[in-house]
């Protein structure tokens, strides 16, 4: 009497062997023909530091590769980012005098409004998005109006409404506010909307971790609080629930778009939110990240184009539409020339 044939054997393993994924895999041309996941310039978001005054820009020590702009050099700017293929960019301002309530910050004549300005007529077809915080033109540091030792929720989203309108009536297409208070987006949507801006979208930072990744940015800004930390507001990085809830709370006060932030560690929600949400998604590859990848390039620890592509990839994979990134302008250079 024969045998059973187990599960092992030749007539199994030789089924088995017809599944060979590595096929598809064997030459470059093959590779790209099937790759799932593309990191297209169209996709990216250039953050753009803006400064007062006139003269060169200025690079950022912490930041290889970075540099801080005057509203004079953003024409050429403007005009070369479109050129090599990119489509938007993100504003962030810096202040030229600090008060305790961050007033310069929704000036008319502020840097940003002038720089969004600028942005419009040299580059058109470019989409101008703005951070709306205060952390920037605050004397404390904080993303709002300090009382009593504490940043004060409800007075604080009044005045980042100010700060969107303004941003709005210079013609930025989007406002991103990203002070992490109760109900900023719900009052930024309401005051834009009074002072007929319903045509300027809201980019909510939803999910913004108290982060140990921000170091290099809060340099460039001269944004570190000057007592405390922002844990009170920004979100603890331990809870998933809980921003998935920011998120939801955000699409209900009339968002636009939503975002996590840092990338890196936030892949899990971006895969969460992808499937619970139907808005647009980004995820902020945030200045420690790039940090820590240029500068482990310089030391030969990891090939930075390829570290780039992986990364990039793996929050585009794991649900992000849009990613704001230092390395978009690398990115699109590299995707022109072919390579």
Known sequence: MPEPRSPTSRGSATALLRLRPRRLRRTPALREWVAETDVEPRRLVYPVFVRPGAGRPRPVPSMPGVEQYTVGDLAGLGRALEEEGLRAVLLFGLARRKFPDGREAWARDGVVPQAVRELKRAAPGLVVTTDVCLCA??????????????????????????????????????????????????????????????????????????????????????????????????????????????????????????????????????????????????????????????????????????AVQETLGAVRRAGADLVITYFARDVARRARAGR
């Open 137 to 306: 033109y605050t004397t404390h540091g904080h993303c709002g109006v300090v009382r009593s030792g504490e940043v004060a929720n409800d007075a604080t989203c009044e005045l980042l409404g100010r700060v969107a309108v303004a941003h709005a009536e210079a013609g930025a297409d989007v406002v991103a506010p990203s002070a992490m208070m109760d109900g900023q987006v719900g009052r930024i949507r309401a005051t834009l909307d009074e002072a007929g801006h319903e045509g300027t979208a809201v980019w909510a930072y939803s999910t913004k971790h108290a982060s140990s990744f921000y170091g290099p940015f809060r340099d460039v800004e001269r944004s570190t609080p000057t007592f405390g930390d922002r844990r009170s507001y920004q979100m603890d990085p331990r809870n998933g629930r809980e921003a998935l809830r920011e998120m939801a709370l955000d699409e209900a006060e009339g968002a636009d778009l939503l975002m996590v932030k840092p990338a890196l560690t936030s892949l899990d929600l971006l895969a969460r939110a992808r499937r619970r949400f139907s808005l647009p998604l980004a995820a902020f590859q945030v200045s420690g990240e790039y940090a820590m990848l240029k500068l482990a390039a310089e030391r030969g620890i990891v090939d930075e184009v390829a």
